[in-house]
Structures are given as C-alpha cells and as structure tokens.
C-alpha cells in the first residue's frame, strides 16, 4: 500500500506543477485582457478628445508591465504632436519616476520630457536636461541638436556657436549654413564696427557663400570708408547666390558714388543683370542710364527686359518713365491711373516667398518664422516678382 502512495508522488507533483502553471496562465492571460481592454477604453478617451481622462488611465497602466514603456514613450510624443504638452509632460513625468526603469530608458524619457519643455516654452528646464544627455554618448548627437535649435530661440547665438565648435568636423560642415548666420545675428548686435566685420569675415570663415555676411560687411566697410574691400564684397555676392543682389544695390550706389566710380557701377549692375538679376537690377541701371542722360537706352533696356520677363515692377517702371515724357491731358491721367493701380498690386503682393516651405513675406527675413531655415526666403521670381 505504502508502495503504491510512493508511487503517486510525482503524479501528484506533476498536478500540482500543471496546475500551478495554469494558475498563472490564467492570471497573465486576464491581465492582458485587462490591459487591452483598458487601452481600447484609453484609445476611445483619446479619439472622443477626452484627452485628460484617457492620460489618467494611460499612467494607472504603468504600473502593470514594463512592456508598456514604449506605448507610453509613444504617446507622449503624440500628445506632444497634438499640441497637448501638459499631457506629454504629465506622461513623462510619470515614466520617469518610475524606480524600475534602466538607465537607457530613463535616458529616452529624459530625452522626450526634454522637448516637452522645449515645445511649452519652459527653455531653461529643457536646457538643463539636454546638458546632462550630451554626456550620455548614445544620447548626445540628439541633445547637441537640442540645445542649438533652444539657444537659437533664446537668441544666446555665442552658446549655440559654443555647442556648434565642439562637434566632429562633419557635423560642423553640415552646419556651416547655420553658423554662418548665428555669427551674423551676433554680429548685428555688436556695435563696435571693427568687432562687427571680424564676426562678419568668421561668418564667412564658415560658410563663404553667406550672402547676409556679404551684404551686411559691405555696409561696414562703406560705413568706415573701405570702399575698395565693399566693392570685393559686392562682386563676391554676384558669385555666391544672385537672388540676394538685389538687397545689396542701396549698398553699391552708395559704395561707387563715394569712389565716384560711375563707370564701374555700371559695368557692375550690367554684370549682375547679365547673370540673372532680376527687374530689381534692370530697373536701377534703366535710373543709372536716365541720370546718364541716356533716356533711349534705359527705355530699351526696360523694354527688353518685359519681353524676356515680364514684371509688374518693369511694367511700373516703364509707365513712370513714360509719364515723365507725356504732355498734361487725359492720356496722362489715364496713365497715371493705371501705375497707381499697378503700384497698390505690387504692395498688396509678398514680394518674398521661402524656397523651403512656401512662407509668403513683404519683407526679407534672414530666419524663416514659419519653417525656421536660415536664408531660405528671397526675392520672388515671375510677374509679381522679379
Ligand atoms: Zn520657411
């Protein structure tokens, strides 16, 4: 008899392991029922914009499972997305206080709660969690990023600059756009003249192309009676990018009018015309010729550059210059109608235009507002441009 209990023993511990696993089972399987249920309730707050009650039931959820962790990383981002940052906030907060987190997921919350702050307006925290990530080497190209696109919003140019310097060579030249303008914001706000054209040459010490380097030394230069070095600088405009020219030819009536070099702003407006600068440029040599006394000329040219391409700008112009010849009477008054008609059009229109998102302006700005590229916005092309 004794035998035979002997006998069932492992019988009996088998049952127990099975059903002991069963058990188990069975518990693991209602909590992911109940976890699934309670994401499609989440899932039905969130898409009846019940935002704040499907947050709460998102963080009641951390507690279950760290499989969870990067549904609520991903979350977060989507309120963040959404515009709703106090709940990406509220989400990584929480996830972060979370003792049993690694290091590396802590790091990725830090990372995400980073931009929270970022997105809220809230520079200093975000800046200070950034500063901390760019030692963490998984996580420090991002947080470099980071803290160059805040202290670009915080206008702290010199810091940006800093971060910039400390970068490998790569990414340094990937940014030399970039540099090249944050040398120019600090430069405009130094009011020593010869500081100011040292930043200006270290812009384009980065970026040798930077026109907005170009434009504003060329009008340091004038200011300090270095006309031979803002003229290099007007030429070098011509070579870098033409569509910014046009900003520049206050800067090279006054540079050849102070040398009284007639001749040579000539040949420079001739030049820049000939390699595409616009109606801007056609219409000034069109006022050169006239003070030249060559009428004819400046006519033609105008009238040239309507068949090529026609402008309203060309189109005015050549009716001011008409009106200036006509003799008083109703052609006159007709006339003078029809260019202040023309005239309203060409205010009424943003002469500008961003090349990278499409951002309309009246006015140059060196800094996209809408998609934040730097140099990215110039003169319109066609009838309402140039
Ligand atoms: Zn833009």
Redesign the pocket.
């Known amino acids: 008899m004794l035998e035979i209990l002997f006998l069932l023993l492992p019988i009996a511990a088998g049952y127990g392991w099975y059903m002991g696993r069963r058990s188990v089972r069975h518990k693991q399987k209602s909590q992911r029922k109940q976890m699934s249920r309670d994401y499609f309730t989440g899932l039905n707050f969130l898409l009846s914009n019940e935002s704040d009650k499907a947050v709460d039931l998102f963080i009641s959820m951390l507690d279950v499972d760290d499989d969870t962790i990067d549904t609520h990383l991903s979350l977060g981002s989507l309120f963040r997305k959404r515009g709703e940052v106090d709940r990406s906030i509220r989400i990584h907060q929480n996830l972060i206080a979370r003792p049993s987190l690694t290091t590396e997921q802590r790091d990725i919350a830090m990372m995400e709660l980073g931009k929270d702050y970022l997105a809220a307006g809230f520079y200093d925290r975000a800046e200070e969690i950034f500063i901390n990530l760019v030692e963490q080497e998984d996580h420090s190209e991002e947080a470099e990023d980071q803290l160059i696109a805040i202290y670009q919003v915080t206008k702290e140019w010199q810091k940006a600059l800093g971060i910039i310097k400390k970068l490998k060579r790569k990414r340094q030249q990937a940014l030399k756009q970039l540099s090249a303008h944050l040398c120019c914001e600090l430069a405009a706000e130094q009011t020593d003249k010869s500081q100011a054209l040292s930043t200006y040459q270290r812009a384009l010490k980065y970026d040798n192309l930077c026109c907005r380097a170009l434009i504003a030394a060329a009008q340091v230069y004038v200011d300090i009676e270095e006309f031979q070095k803002a003229k290099e600088c007007l030429q070098r405009i011509i070579d870098a990018d033409i569509a910014f020219f046009p900003e520049a030819l206050t800067i090279a009536k006054q540079t050849y009018q102070s040398t009284q070099d007639m001749q040579g702003y000539e040949e420079l407006l001739r030049q820049a015309l000939s390699q595409g600068g616009g109606a801007s440029v056609a219409i000034t040599l069109a006022q050169h010729l006239i003070e030249q006394g060559d009428c004819k000329e400046a006519e033609q040219l105008v009238l040239d550059g309507l068949y090529r391409h026609p402008t309203m700008k060309s189109f005015q112009h050549l009716m001011k210059m008409h009106l200036q010849q006509a003799e008083d009477g109703q052609a006159k008054e007709s006339l003078t109608m029809l260019e202040k008609l023309v005239d309203q059009q060409i205010k009424f229109r943003p002469g500008y235009r961003?090349i990278?998102?499409?951002?309309p302006s009246h006015r140059l700005y060196w800094h996209?507002p809408?998609?934040?590229?730097w140099g990215?916005?110039k003169r319109l092309r066609g009838l309402d441009g140039e």
């Open positions: 961003c990278e998102c499409g951002f996209c809408s998609c934040k590229n990215s916005i």
